[in-house]
């Protein structure tokens, strides 16, 4: 599993521990130089919560050497300048390095299947975020390393409110909703309420509240 902490990130933990088993999943988590380092402290939280066992920490931090962005640094505002594809937030190849070395690490294990929480409804147009790019990456590193890995995205055709349906039904909604960090400037839980990513994942959460009130 590839873990970041975050909402989506948290409850696909929360979906591959039903699914696999408890004991079954391991998990690694990425510091690229984030601006938050706290990021790495709530995924070992969260996973420690939800009892996982084998948690490894990568260390990439010299993404900051190669590229610049906003997310990396925390001098530039976090901004969607209007007609742009996405966010100046997106940091170039990072799921594509962040697939290739789990499989590294999964291959050495004899693990198959990389669960990893992008979803490209709703969000960003970030393109390694996208259901084509994950298939190609898949075919790529299968060839790579001779190996069958199964890249699972379980969150890919998801919106945000269908991500909080997920949770709730995984007995997991309050957790996710009070302990995990999506927030651009850091702010574990409801976060700072103002960045694009909070603003994203609280339209989330109220169109699933809304939805479950018209079911009363
Ligand atoms: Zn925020």
Same mark, same amino acid.
């Given at each position: 599993?590839?873990?970041?902490?975050?909402?989506?990130?948290?409850?696909?933990?929360?979906?591959?521990?039903?699914?696999?088993?408890?004991?079954?999943?391991?998990?690694?988590?990425?510091?690229?130089?984030?601006?938050?380092?706290?990021?790495?402290?709530?995924?070992?939280?969260?996973?420690?919560?939800?009892?996982?066992?084998?948690?490894?920490?990568?260390?990439?931090?010299?993404?900051?050497?190669?590229?610049?962005?906003?997310?990396?640094?925390?001098?530039?505002?976090?901004?969607?300048?209007?007609?742009?594809?996405?966010?100046?937030?997106?940091?170039?190849?990072?799921?594509?390095?962040?697939?290739?070395?789990?499989?590294?690490?999964?291959?050495?294990?004899?693990?198959?299947?990389?669960?990893?929480?992008?979803?490209?409804?709703?969000?960003?147009?970030?393109?390694?975020?996208?259901?084509?790019?994950?298939?190609?990456?898949?075919?790529?590193?299968?060839?790579?390393?001779?190996?069958?890995?199964?890249?699972?995205?379980?969150?890919?055709?998801?919106?945000? *409110?269908?991500?909080?349906? $997920?949770?709730?039904?995984? %007995?997991?909604? /309050? !957790?996710? +909703?009070?302990?995990?960090?999506? @927030?651009?400037?850091?702010?574990?839980?409801?976060?700072?309420? *103002?960045?694009?990513?909070? $603003?994203?994942?609280?339209? %989330?959460?109220? /169109? !699933?509240? +809304?939805?479950?009130?018209?079911? @009363?």
């Amino acid at each position: 599993m590839v873990f970041s902490g975050g909402q989506d990130s948290t409850t696909c933990l929360a979906l591959a521990l039903h699914e696999y088993g408890k004991g079954r999943v391991s998990c690694i988590t990425f510091h690229y130089g984030q601006r938050h380092a706290r990021e790495v402290e709530v995924a070992r939280k969260v996973a420690a919560d939800f009892g996982v066992a084998d948690h490894r920490f990568v260390n990439l931090d010299w993404y900051g050497q190669l590229t610049s962005n906003a997310l990396l640094d925390p001098g530039r505002p976090i901004v969607t300048d209007a007609g742009a594809a996405c966010p100046n937030t997106v940091v170039d190849g990072r799921n594509m390095v962040f697939l290739l070395v789990a499989a590294i690490y999964a291959k050495g294990c004899g693990i198959r299947d990389i669960v990893t929480g992008v979803c490209e409804t709703d969000f960003s147009g970030y393109p390694d975020c996208r259901d084509v790019f994950v298939k190609s990456c898949n075919v790529t590193l299968n060839l790579a390393m001779a190996y069958e890995f199964r890249i699972v995205t379980p969150l890919m055709e998801l919106t945000k *409110a269908e991500t909080w349906a $997920l949770a709730d039904r995984l %007995g997991v909604l /309050a !957790y996710v +909703a009070e302990n995990t960090l999506t @927030c651009y400037n850091g702010v574990v839980g409801r976060g700072c309420g *103002a960045c694009p990513s909070c $603003l994203l994942r609280q339209r %989330g959460y109220e /169109a !699933y509240l +809304a939805s479950q009130e018209g079911l @009363c």
